[in-house]
């Protein structure tokens, strides 16, 4: 079927599809707090920073032969004793949006990651964003904590609500 959506990992032949999604987010919306678009270059950090299985893996979600969004985890902060909390981030193209893939790129990624060792997944969502918030608590992420005023764009401040979710079963 020519308009069926996969999911996959993440391929090199994706990074100019991925670069022109973030980018648009960069430009036209508070959701990242990038304000300047990403290169290239830049963006191939992030792609090498991702392996086919262990604590940072990235799964696309390709229509057509392109890529037309991601959901990713990466690492939540550099010191060892992070090491089992992961960060996720997911994005789709605009036109993209409202179709599901969401919630199929997360339940991609969390399969994926249920056997590595991850204590908690944790996510920052600019306020307000409540297609993100629904997504991310139908997925089990609860609201920790509100950072209020912390990136300015736009010419205007910002609140990041913190999101966590448990990879174990805690009841």
Not at 3 to 29: F, K
Not at 40 to 46: E, I, M, S
Not at 53 to 74: L, N
Request: with cysteine; glycine share 8%; hydrophobic share 40%.
């Amino acid at each position: 079927m020519p308009n069926e959506t996969s999911i996959r990992h993440v391929e090199q032949g994706d990074l100019p599809a991925l670069l022109a999604i973030y980018n648009y987010y960069v430009r036209e919306t508070p959701v990242t707090f990038d304000i300047e678009p990403r290169t290239l270059a830049r963006r191939q950090q992030w792609l090498d920073g991702f392996a086919p299985a262990g604590r940072y893996q990235c799964f696309v979600a390709v229509k057509d032969g392109e890529a037309v969004g991601w959901a990713s985890s990466h690492r939540y902060k550099d010191r060892a004793a992070y090491d089992t909390t992961v960060a996720s981030s997911i994005y789709l193209a605009p036109q993209a949006c409202g179709l599901g893939l969401g919630r199929r790129l997360y339940a991609t990624l969390f399969d994926a990651l249920k056997n590595e060792k991850i204590h908690r997944v944790v996510v920052g969502i600019t306020q307000p964003n409540p297609a993100s918030v629904g997504l991310h608590l139908a997925f089990g992420f609860e609201l920790v904590g509100t950072y209020r005023e912390v990136g300015w764009k736009f010419g205007r401040f910002w609140d990041v609500g913190t999101y966590l979710k448990s990879t174990r079963d805690e009841s």
